[in-house]
């Protein structure tokens, strides 16, 4: 069992940035691939990043590539989301998840993963 505590979202004006962290407790957190998804209102989940256990291996969607990095410390049970030159579509619901992993592969679908934090509201708006 994997409990994961999201946090660090906020209002921000156009072109700005934010970092989310998602807190991972209850297990070996490096046991874990870890993954930010997004929904916005009205609108299905979405793929945002992805980490592989050892933070070898990453990957962000295209609409947010340039301007989102995922890491992790393993260190500190923790999983970063820098979004920087943040836009009104990037407006959603941030939630961190986690998959127990044997490879250290990552992981893009929201049914691939079991543990889901709570989520953490961003708000992109002059």
């Known amino acids: 069992q994997v409990q994961l505590v999201e946090s660090g979202g906020g209002l921000v004006q156009p072109g700005g940035s934010l970092r989310l962290s998602c807190a991972a407790s209850?297990?070996?957190?490096?046991?874990?691939?870890m993954g930010w998804f997004r929904q916005a209102p009205g609108k299905e989940r979405e793929f945002a990043a992805a980490?592989?256990?050892?933070?070898?291996?990453?990957e962000v969607a295209d609409s947010v590539k340039g301007r989102f990095t995922i890491s992790r410390d393993n260190a500190r049970n923790t999983v970063f989301l820098q979004m920087n030159s943040l836009k009104p579509e990037d407006t959603a619901v941030y939630y961190c998840?986690?998959?127990?992993?044997?490879?250290?592969?990552?992981?893009?679908?929201?049914?691939?993963?079991?543990?889901w934090g709570q989520g953490t509201q961003v708000t992109v708006s002059s």
């Open positions: 998840a986690a998959k127990r992993a044997w490879f250290d592969n990552i992981y893009k679908q929201t049914d691939e993963y079991v543990y």
């Open positions: 209850g297990s070996t957190f490096n046991n874990y691939a």
């Open positions: 980490i592989s256990w050892s933070g070898g291996s990453t």
